[in-house]
């Protein structure tokens, strides 16, 4: 069940309630939050990235998830970054004064990660950069490389949003995921932020 978008002026925040023959999910977030997260997925290393994500980004979220986990973490990661991707895009309800455009670049030791986003209702993602093999490891007993890339992509595809991922260096399979949720927290921390000096919404056409 996904709730009705946020009306000007109201509290940005988005929640939604996903289920299906694989998955249940609960999703709220708070854009104007502190980095307060309580995330539970049953995929303790995505469960470590998504709090990356809400610290970094300074939004209040929690996430439940109950998936086939027995079966592999794919139906979870993918049904939590839906879900997360529609909770976001309720929350920015029309967009009305935020600054829309976001970027980071975002260092882990040996690992150099560049984001940015556009809030603009055009889904799309790019995702490139990751060093060869990156799809076929296995980080934390239960998460593949490869669902970082998927992740990433529902995401922005759910949220409507455009975003690029360029890992530009990285060796440690957990830092190269590890800095492209740190640094996709921080673009959208920019991005969803309210500007002052923008009146209505931020674009020519009157809407996003």
Do not use: W
């Not at 996904?2 to 940005?12: D, E, K, L, Q």
């Not at 709220?28 to 303790?44: A, I, N, R, Y």
């Not at 470590?48 to 986990?69: A, F, P």
């Not at 455009?162 to 440690?172: I, M, P, Q, S, Y």
């Amino acid at each position: 069940m996904t709730t009705a978008p946020r009306p000007s002026g109201a509290p940005r925040v988005g929640r939604v309630e996903r289920t299906t023959k694989e998955s249940s999910v609960l999703v709220e977030v708070d854009l104007d939050g502190s980095g307060t997260v309580d995330v539970s997925t049953g995929v303790g290393f995505y469960d470590h990235m998504l709090g990356q994500l809400g610290k970094h980004g300074l939004l209040d979220l929690t996430v439940k998830t109950t998936g086939d986990t027995h079966i592999d973490a794919h139906h979870t990661v993918e049904d939590t970054a839906i879900a997360l991707g529609e909770a976001l895009r309720l929350a920015l309800g029309d967009k009305s004064g935020i600054r829309r455009f976001g970027d980071a670049l975002v260092p882990l030791d040996e690992t150099l990660v560049q984001v940015a986003v556009d809030l603009a209702g055009r889904p799309y993602c790019v995702h490139t950069g990751e060093p060869e093999g990156q799809a076929y490891v296995v980080i934390g007993g239960d998460y593949v490389g490869s669902l970082t890339r998927h992740a990433i992509e529902s995401l922005a595809s759910n949220a409507a949003i455009a975003l690029h991922v360029r890992v530009l260096a990285g060796r440690d399979p957990h830092h190269i995921v590890e800095a492209q949720f740190k640094a996709l927290g921080r673009a959208l921390r920019d991005a969803v932020a309210l500007d002052p000096r923008v009146v209505g919404v931020p674009s020519t056409k009157g809407a996003l």
